[in-house]
């Protein structure tokens, strides 16, 4: 499956999704949605839609 949308990220960006996961603040649902978008970083781990919805138990129209 193609992407749909490209994500890249900003060094900024990540840092505060690393926050985010790390002290897991904000609902599961953000802290889900900061490790998607951060497997789902082109500068980054670039996962397939697929893989990342295989990990984190969603469907790839989540992701």
Known sequence: ???KYIVRLTDEERET???VIKKLTGSSQEVRRA???LKADAD???W???RI???FSCRTSTV
């Open 35 to 37: 490790q998607v978008l």
């Open 17 to 19: 999704l690393r926050i």
């Open 1 to 3: 499956m193609q992407k």
């Open 44 to 46: 980054g781990p670039d």
């Open 48 to 50: 397939t839609d697929t």
């Open 53 to 55: 919805a295989e990990a």
